[in-house]
């Protein structure tokens, strides 16, 4: 889990339950995308929630996670919140 903290002492990260994000303080969480099979079979991850683009489609869902979770890890590191 990559931790992003601004020089106002905000944190932003991927959720996920490797740690208590509780513990670091208040939380505010909000969708990223949306991880949905097509009508073909196939699978996408639609990131149009952070502005993002639609990826795929994928043969397996678990090939559209990845994809969904390294681009919001990339954005994460290069965008300005």
Known sequence: MQL?????????CLYGEQLDLHQL????IRR???VE????GHWTAD????????????SSRSEALAAE??????????VSF
Not at 25 to 28: Q, S
Not at 37 to 40: C, G
Request: proline share 12%; hydrophobic share 35%; aromatic share 8%.
């Open 69 to 78: 979770r390294s681009w919001l890890e990339d954005r994460l590191l290069t």
């Open 4 to 12: 992003v903290i601004k020089p106002t002492g905000t944190i932003h």
């Open 25 to 28: 303080g208040w939380l505010t």
């Open 32 to 34: 990223g995308s949306h």
């Open 47 to 58: 990131l149009s929630p952070v502005g993002g683009p639609l990826l795929g489609p994928f």
């Open 37 to 40: 099979p097509t009508e073909t």
